[in-house]
C-alpha cells in the first residue's frame, strides 16, 4: 500500500524516515519509506507525458528524485534514490533534500 498523496517538500534522508513513520493515514500509522526495490517497482515504464516524466501505477509523482531507505554499502552518508524523470536510480548524501512516498 502506498501513500496517495505523496510529499510536495523536500526533505533529508533522516527527515524523510521520520515523515514516514510519525504519518496517521485512515487507520494506519505502520507507513514507513520504501527501499529501492519496492520504489522502482511503482513506475509505470510504458507511458510518459511527452516530457520524459514517468508515472506511478496509482497516481503521478513529480519529475524529482524521491528517497528510499537504501543504503550505499561502503558509506553511510549515502542512499539510493530513484528519479522519476527518466526512471533511473541515483546515490545521494543523506544531508540532500529529495521527495517521499511512503509504503506500508
Not at 504519518?23 to 519509506?33: K, M, N, Q, V
Amino acid at each position: 500500500m502506498w501513500e496517495s498523496v505523496p510529499s510536495t517538500t523536500a526533505l533529508t534522508w533522516d527527515a524523510a524516515k521520520t515523515y514516514c513513520a510519525n504519518l496517521s493515514l485512515g487507520t494506519y500509522t505502520d507507513w514507513r519509506l520504501p527501499d529501492i526495490n519496492e520504489l522502482s517497482s511503482i513506475v509505470d515504464y510504458a507511458r510518459s507525458d511527452g516530457a520524459n516524466y514517468w508515472y506511478a501505477s496509482k497516481f503521478t509523482l513529480a519529475a524529482n528524485n524521491y528517497w528510499s531507505s537504501t543504503t550505499r554499502a561502503d558509506s553511510t552518508t549515502d542512499a539510493r534514490t530513484l528519479v522519476f524523470s527518466n526512471a533511473g536510480t541515483s546515490v545521494n548524501a543523506k544531508a540532500s533534500n529529495y521527495r517521499v512516498i511512503c509504503t506500508r
